[in-house]
């Protein structure tokens, strides 16, 4: 059901979600698009994500990290806003864990950040109320290794693009599915966007997640900018080592 909100009300959803673990701390589109309509809950023992596609080429490696910190991609790297909407907000803290919650209407466009390759996707919405934090809060969700070898997570979606999967090359822009409230969302429209490095690249969801806080550099692609996350996630990973 679309959900129409003021800017007022957005706020009012942020400070009420408890959904993504607690209370917040192109393409052009072909005339009949095609989606993958997300099975009840109940029909499968668990969420069915493809097995890791083979390491693409084109990517970057994420081992070696810049020599200096970068505030703008290379030249061949763009970056978009992960959600096609006017009506949209997000807040620039998330409990528990670096991540963002952007917030718009149900079924409003969710395209890739930038140009890369889908590591891992789920079709399908298996998570169970009150369950402990888990690979399945995200229900629905997308996971795509950019050609910046940063790591772009989107979840909570209602429904996934027809032709999305494993092993697909996308570009910046280009339509991954719908905003929704699949998963551990609360019953608020939303995505959780999450930046990380690419680590295990598939089954590390503690990572996976969101391992650095996305806000500034959402902040820039709103309004056209191309500041890039590179700097500050191989920052984390160095520091870290790939534990969350």
Known sequence: MRIVRTLAGLTAAVLALA???GSPGGASAIATPQF??????GTSSGPTEAPPPPAPTTVPPTSRPPTRP???????????FPVKSSNVAFHPTHSKYPATDIFADC?????????????EISLKDVYVEGAPDGPNNGG???????????RYYGSHLSKVRSGIRAGVRVTSGQPLGQVGHTGNASGVCH?????SPSCAQVGDWKVRRGA???ATFLTSWRKGGQKSPVATVADWKKDHDCKA
């Open 140 to 150: 629905l969700s997308v996971s795509l290794l950019g050609d910046d070898g940063v």
């Open 212 to 214: 650095i806080w996305p």
């Open 19 to 21: 959904g993504c673990g």
């Open 70 to 80: 970068a505030t703008t991609a290379p030249a061949r790297v763009k970056y978009t």
């Open 191 to 195: 995505l959780h966007f999450g930046i």
């Open 36 to 41: 993958v309509t997300p099975e009840p809950v």
């Open 107 to 119: 079924g409003q466009p969710v395209v890739a950040t930038t140009s890369g390759v889908v590591l």
